[in-house]
């Protein structure tokens, strides 16, 4: 069976642990390889490789490192096919899906390949008698991420993305359970120029997590997952003096007011519900139709929808999406679908019983849709991260605006709506981090920057743009003075000030 190594110091590293990983295949619910599971010497052999790469990384200039960025982002891309249905396969995303995945994870990397002007300090001239003061942002050392099965290009490439363009080193911790893709980008880094111990990739579980949490010379950590790990890891982390940034889970609300565009927003709540199986973090499982005669239009059209959507093997470039990513997350789904009809919510669709022909054993489910889910369900509360979506209805604006800004996740939030002035309140008061209108997946640009609020994000720095350039440096600032006879000066005894 094929098997999956870790990747340390330039090259293929074969395990002693004797513990592993098995990867389906979504499609066929069949174990396609095994994957290794690193010890805590293991790790530390990684960081201990990646702590003597980094010091002449570092020192090389900005452009440098650039151009390597640069080629990554192009040999990325001429592999695009390639990449794309080897995550499918893994993953059980479409194809289409897969690429889209790997292109949002390229705009970072094109955002990197601009890192000498992200890197720019601040300069003051005379700040004080012969006095100049001017600021550098340095790279840490080595950094870590630690990263989900759901999208397993876009968010390492966020994080490593950033990491070693400013100059650190980086070992990346990969979903398990599709831990391929990432070995292959560490691959085609190393095909740009990136020396041998700057990206390293280390398999394992909570072993492994543990022994990055712990290490000494790891100074950073980014994670993404589910949000009881992500406080652990924050917790953790923090305890051990490392910089954590650590995003969780979330229950995006697509709020629907009566003036928005029909037709478009069932378009696109239909596409961010179910796209991916809704196995996205800033998936749409939640939408809050405002009045009766909105959320009755709403339903009967969503019904209309889901009847026309395909479900198909990941390859299937008909499908608009494939099977969810494990037998037991496909379980967990269907307990919290039945969860929510033992809650009283009505199940207008369902998706449960949904059998793929000659995939009888593939991890697929069909499109679920709830009617009359209440706030105080645990069917509302709780991410379900499958192709489900429940409908909340609201009398008013202000009960459907207060929905999103109450829960217990804040990761995302859209409004549809006509409406600029509603809109344009709405979005500055919302408790949620990232929001959307008219436009269901808020994703914000490569050069903007990605995060949540509440339980969604533990840490108080984004991913990539300017705020991944700080969560992955630290500044210094340097206050210099060239004194002249005119400057001369007698000791001083009182802390120095500006007069
Ligand atoms: P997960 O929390 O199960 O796993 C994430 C990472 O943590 C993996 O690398 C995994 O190996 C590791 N891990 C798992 N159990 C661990 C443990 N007990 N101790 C230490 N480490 C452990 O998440 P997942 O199922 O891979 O991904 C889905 C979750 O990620 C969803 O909750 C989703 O909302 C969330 N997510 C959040 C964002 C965001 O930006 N907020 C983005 C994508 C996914």
Redesign the pocket.
Known sequence: MRQVDHFINGERFVGSSGRFGDIFNPNTGEVQARVQFATEAEMDLAVQSAVKAQVDWAAANPQRRARVMFEFKRLVEANMEELASLLSSEHGKVVADSKGDIQRGLEVIEFTCGIPHALKGEYTEGAGPGIDVYSMRQPLGVGAG??????PAM?PMWMFGVAVAVGNAFIL?????DPTLPVRLAELFLEAGGPKGILNVVHG??VA??AILTHPDIKAVS?????D??H??YSTGTAHSKRVQA????KNHGIVLPDCDMDQTVKDLIGAAYGSAGE??MALPVVVPVGKATADELRKRLIAEIETLRVGISSDAGAHYGPVVSAAHREKVKGLIQQGVDEGAELVVDGRDFTLQGYEKGFFIGPSLFDNVTPDMETYKT?I?GPVLQIVRAETFEEAAALPSNHQYG?GVAIFTRNGPAARTFAAKVNVGMVGINVPIPVPVAYHT?G?WKR??FGDTN?HGMEGVKFWTKVKTVTARWPDDEHARDSAFIIPTMK
Request: charged share 20%; aromatic share 16%; net charge neutral.
């Open positions: 630690i990263t989900p099965f759901n999208f968010i911790k990969p979903s398990e359970k579980d909570k997590v543990d994670f993404v997952g589910s949000s790990i992500a652990y890891v995003m969780g889970g979330a996205r973090c991410e991260f990761n990605f949540g969604s994000a991913q």
